[in-house]
């Protein structure tokens, strides 16, 4: 018998005080936003925002950024700005966070589902051409946890079907396919700054793209259908619909600072999450995405999938996820199950709520017929039924020694099922 878990009143495994927060806040932070305040915030100049934009464009290696309030912001530039709207159809992974789908729905756009790949849980692209119907306008795939997706495949099946292709990088600042970071690989793509974010502004998040039309269109959707221009008199005329999306420039300083450092700190997520993938990887009942060499992972989350039923258990999948989880958390893990259902059943998709009275569904553009059917995602859903997902210990400036607290609670767990279950 080991030693009692915390849950039965046992000791935790992960002593409070080696719990690093996220972001790690460097002196270096705070003078970054000294600045923004010393220059004077009622300034109709930007110095902060336009520099990010610059800097965060060339980290990715693309013409344009457009600095965002938010990553779902981001995502509705990015799908007004290849055009889909009323009508059109997207193409959406089956397993997401729900702004994915909703920035779809934002434009008056229709979300189409695709279940992701069991071995990555990434858009599969195998599927993408039963999906495509005369109504499809683009393919937003998702780079998971900072994994890219197949964006070959993807981008080949889109040059085909004359669709656009929209990347959600929300979650893949700095990660790499083929050489080329995310961000780079499609028509458009999307970054959130948000507090969990590898590149973290409080919130907030990027647009960026290499074409000067689709930047335009994306300007216009961020400040309330207009063109305004640096250096410029301001016109006061809308010509599309828009949003206020803008950034601050408190939020702009803050992540400049920290891109500074973002290689470093994803470095450091890569080599503790390789630790804890070496350590959890020898359980049966664990299964963890398959990682390609022919692109970097940089660890948003760290996630695994559990199964019951090979760890010899007749239960429901989320209630030994849950079981497990729990136990977890109570041994000083910031561990969840993040998105428990896949994207095409929530309500506000499978209902066809939207903006009420069936909109955009109902609208007399569109001509298609999509159902929400959730047994089509079967992979989708043994992904939101089996995942849990460690929020803290792996990331910078935890050092292997810390890690190594993070496998003995999951070795301690993992040895006292029967424990766990009950």
Known sequence: MGEALAINGGPKAVPTDILRRWPCITDADKQAVMRAMDYGINSDDTPEIDALQEEWAAYVGVKHCLATNSGTAALHMSVAATGAGPGDEVIVPSYSFIATATAVLHHNAIPVFVDVEPETWNLDPTKLEAAITPYTKAILPVHLNGYPADMDEINAVAAKHGLAVIEDACQSHGAEYHGKKTGSLGAVGAFSLNKYKNLCGGDGGFFVTDDDELKERALMVRAFGERVYKDEKRQYESYAMGWMYRTTEFVAAFVRSQLQRLDEMNACRMANAQ????????????????????????????????????AGYDMPEAAFRDAVTDALRAEGLNICSWQRKILPAQSVIHDKVGYGKGSPWSDGHYKGCVTYNVEDYP????????????????????????????????????????????
């Open 379 to 422: 992979v989708g859903l043994s992904v939101a039924d089996q995942t849990t997902w460690l929020i803290n210990m792996y990331h910078w400036p935890h050092t292997p020694d810390e890690v190594q607290y993070a496998v003995r609670a999951f070795e301690k767990v993992f040895s006292q099922l029967d424990a766990v279950v009950g």
């Open 275 to 310: 630790i804890l993938r070496d350590a959890l990887g020898q359980y049966e009942f664990v299964t963890l995405p398959q990682y390609r060499d022919d692109r970097t992972c940089v660890f948003w989350f760290f996630p695994l999938m559990l199964s019951a039923q090979a």
